[in-house]
Structures are given as structure tokens and as C-alpha cells.
């Protein structure tokens, strides 16, 4: 069924584009389907950021191992060295160039986050709030704090709870993905009709960058440092893992990767089951290069394309907030779209972009998931070698 939506959403996708190029009248007559999916995902934003946070802190928390704090450690600076190369490329490419969005379509103006309203555009004004206009980094360290305080508590009972909720949600989520194609449709159509045929050529620009990004953050974050510590030679390192890579790209999910993933890491790598058997499956929970080139890439793009400034402070609240929304990541077909929207969510950068991201999110997938696994293998050889 995942395969199937996938296919049907980008056909929707490019439907959508002809349908608003070609009948722009009847354009107004099918949004409504678009901005009640935009709707629906705001609504859901926040529950399931809170829950998957939290029971991933209280989780991480418990486990004492000397070798599971190292792996986060890891991980999170191959993250973080992903997030400042995908950065720097796509300053220089500038993707989103002679670009721009319909005005119309803004739901708020920027925010200002070099002055106190800093603290007006995080916390929420009412309960009513929190779920209608999510301030998403709120949420994230609320999430973040409960989690770490109860996990000095024997609570494991109230986290069954909610990661029962949790999993509610995210079936909720994959309910939601159903209705993908007829979203994508309305919000791609409402676009094309506002901006014409150079949409074409963006998204085009879109995907090209992401997957450039990916191949250089590949190199520089993973081969080379594979060769560095662990003297495994780039050429080596690529035979060893190549059959992992046509998996990535097929199925597109770390989950179902996985059993292969452990496989080459003994079998063709020669890692201790005791590193592997911690690592590999704690990485493709928390560890997501791909992940980090997606959120500084939709960041970035949408930003500069609404005209919208990225100081520094604003930078760094873009490298935290998606880390920790990243490693709380639903493992759902088009997870990748909800958290998008979670994370322009916290900028009050406008929301429109998302059917054309929904569109195009399979040929994203394909790459940031291979991305991932790639990493999660590397992170294994260099913790590995270090024992």
C-alpha cells in the first residue's frame, strides 16, 4: 500500500500542476481539500511530538551503557557536521533563487528572533493554542524535560501508556497519508495556478540539491572518516556497502533495511555483535543524516523563498529544534512530510510549500534513507575500531 501512494501522489503531484496551469478558475473550487490537510497536520503536530520525545528521552535515559551514550554522542555530531555542510552547499546553489511564493498564502509574518519576541513566538498564549497554532520548540522541551525527570522515577508503566498513545498517533498519521494524493492535488494545483510553469523547474532544482548535498555529506561525513579511522578504503567501503544502498532506495525505511544493515556490518566489515547489536538499531532510530540535510535544506529554502531572514539565533534554534524532532521521527510512510511541517511550524514559516514537498517526497526519501543507513554503518566501524 506504501508503494502505492507513493506512485499516486506523485502522479497527483504532476495532475495537479496541469490541472492549475491549464484551468486556474477552477482552482479556487478544490483548495479547500489542501487547507484542511494543512489543518489536519497542525492538529497533530503537537500530541505527536510530545509523546515520541518524551518516550524517547525517558528510554535513552535509562540505559546506562557506556556504549549507547557514546553512540548518541556520535551521532548527534555526524548530525550536526551534516546539517553545516548542507548549509553551505545550499547558500552557494541558492535552489529557491528567482522563486516566490504567492504572498497570499503567508498564515503570520516572521518572527523576530533577535529580540524578546523571541519568547512570544515559543510559548504558547492558551491550551487552545498549543494545538491550533503549535509552538513546536515549546513542545520539544517540555517533551524533553518530562521525559529526562521521569526517567529518575520507576515509571515504565505511564510511558506503556503513552507509547500506546504514541502509536495511536501514528497510525492516525498513516490514516493521513491515505488522503495524501488528494491533498497534494489541491495544494499543487492552487500553486501552479499562482506561479506558472517555472514550478516545474524549482522542484527539478529541489531534488537535484538534496541529493547533491546527500552525496557530499556521504563523502565527507562517512567514507572519508571510514577511511580515517578504521583504514577502510573509500572504494572498499563503497563495494562492501552498494547492495545496502539498492535497498535504502527501494524501500526506502532504515526499519526494513535493518536485518541487512547488521548483516554487512559482521559479515563484510568484521564488527563485534556486541557494538553492532547496540548501535545499528539504536542508530536507525536516532541517527538520521538524512534527516539533517532535509530540515537544513526545507529550512533554508522555504526561508529565503518567503523572504524570511535566518539570523544566527535563528540558525542555531534550526539545528536544535531538528535534532530533536529528527530523532523522535515517526517510522510512517511520509513521517518525513509530517515532521517537515513540524519544523517550518516552529519559524511560523508559511505552510503552503507542503503539498509540493508531499509531492516530490519519494524522490527524497530515496536518498535521505540511504543516507542514514550509510551513516549508521560508519558510526559502527569508527565505535567499533575505538574499543
Excluded at 519568547?119 to 518530562?146: E, G, H, R, Y
Aim: net charge positive.
Amino acid at each position: 500500500m506504501k508503494k502505492k501512494i507513493s506512485i499516486i501522489t506523485m502522479i497527483a503531484l504532476g495532475l495537479g500542476i496541469v490541472f492549475g496551469l491549464m484551468f486556474k478558475d477552477a482552482v479556487p473550487y478544490i483548495k479547500f481539500a489542501g487547507d484542511w490537510y494543512v489543518k489536519l497536520l497542525k492538529v497533530t503536530i503537537t500530541p505527536v511530538i510530545f509523546t515520541s520525545i518524551a518516550s524517547t528521552i525517558y528510554a535513552t535515559s535509562k540505559k546506562k551503557d557506556r556504549m549507547v551514550l557514546k553512540s548518541v554522542a556520535l551521532f548527534t555530531v555526524m548530525f550536526i557536521v551534516t546539517f553545516l555542510i548542507t548549509s553551505l552547499l545550499v547558500w552557494l546553489i541558492d535552489p529557491s533563487k528567482g522563486f516566490v511564493f504567492d504572498e497570499t498564502a503567508w498564515e503570520k509574518s516572521a518572527l523576530d528572533f533577535t529580540s524578546v519576541n523571541v519568547l512570544d513566538s515559543i510559548l504558547p498564549k492558551s491550551l487552545k493554542d498549543i494545538f491550533v497554532n503549535p509552538k513546536v520548540f515549546f513542545v520539544i522541551v517540555v517533551a524533553w524535560v518530562f521525559g529526562k525527570l521521569m526517567s529518575f522515577f520507576n515509571v515504565d508503566k505511564l510511558f506503556d501508556g503513552i507509547n500506546k498513545v504514541k502509536t495511536f498517533l501514528y497510525k492516525i498519521l498513516e490514516y493521513i497519508t491515505y488522503v495524501t494524493p488528494i491533498a497534494v492535488f489541491s495544494l499543487i494545483a492552487n500553486t501552479a495556478a499562482n506561479n506558472g510553469s517555472i514550478l516545474l523547474g524549482v522542484g527539478l532544482r529541489y531534488i537535484a540539491t538534496a541529493w547533491f548535498c546527500s552525496v557530499v555529506a556521504m563523502i565527507l561525513v562517512m567514507i572519508i572518516p571510514g577511511a580515517y579511522f578504521a583504514k577502510i578504503k573509500p572504494l572498499e567501503y563503497i563495494k562492501k556497502v552498494n547492495r545496502i544502498w539498492l535497498m535504502t532506495i527501494t524501500t526506502r525505511s532504515s526499519a526494513a533495511t535493518l536485518p541487512y544493515t547488521v548483516k554487512t556490518c559482521k559479515d563484510e566489515f568484521g564488527i563485534k555483535d556486541s557494538t553492532t547489536d547496540i548501535v545499528v538499531p539504536l542508530g536507525c532510530t536516532i541517527h538520521m543524516c538524512g534527516g539533517a540535510v532535509s530540515f537544513a535544506l526545507l529550512g533554508l529554502f522555504t526561508a529565503k523563498m518567503y523572504g524570511i531572514e535566518v539570523t544566527f539565533v535563528n540558525y542555531i534554534l534550526m539545528i536544535v529544534s531538528s535534532l530533536l524532532i529528527n530523532m523522535a521521527a515517526p517510522g510512517i510512510p511520509g513521517g518525513g512530510v509530517v515532521i517537515g511541517a513540524s519544523y517550518l511550524q516552529i519559524f511560523s514559516i508559511p505552510l503552503s510549500f507542503i503539498g509540493f514537498y508531499s509531492g516530490i517526497y519519494t524522490l527524497l526519501d530515496m536518498i535521505y534513507t540511504t543516507l542514514n543507513v550509510t551513516g549508521d554503518i560508519t558510526a559502527n566501524i569508527i565505535l567499533d575500531r575505538e574499543k
